[in-house]
């Protein structure tokens, strides 16, 4: 079994327990973005596909942590939603 599937495992059995909140809790993270303990729980499950909303968190931490060698090295991260929108009007695109 691999610890993806051990770690999805171990969230399941928390998340019965008292450990893990029952109720959503949003805060705001050091980026400015708000989200609730809810987004990190999925991601420990490896079934479930990503969103938008961890695409824009993943790209906002990347952007914090490592944005000097991005910009040094002509990188880019454009807004997820400019292009989402963008892929919804030009579908050819």
């Not at 910009?71 to 919804?88: E, N």
Request: one cysteine or more; aromatic letters at 10%.
């Amino acid at each position: 079994m691999s610890g993806l599937n051990l770690l999805a495992e171990e969230v399941d059995k928390e998340a019965g327990s008292d450990h893990v909140d029952k109720e959503p809790r949003e805060f705001i993270m050091i980026t400015g973005i708000r989200v609730s303990n809810q987004l990190f729980l999925s991601l420990a499950r490896p079934t479930n596909w990503v969103s938008g909303e961890h695409i824009v968190v993943l790209i906002s931490m990347l952007w914090r942590r490592h944005g000097g060698k991005y910009l040094k090295q002509r990188c880019r991260f454009v807004d997820y939603y400019s292009i989402l929108g963008i892929l919804t009007r030009f579908t050819e695109f």
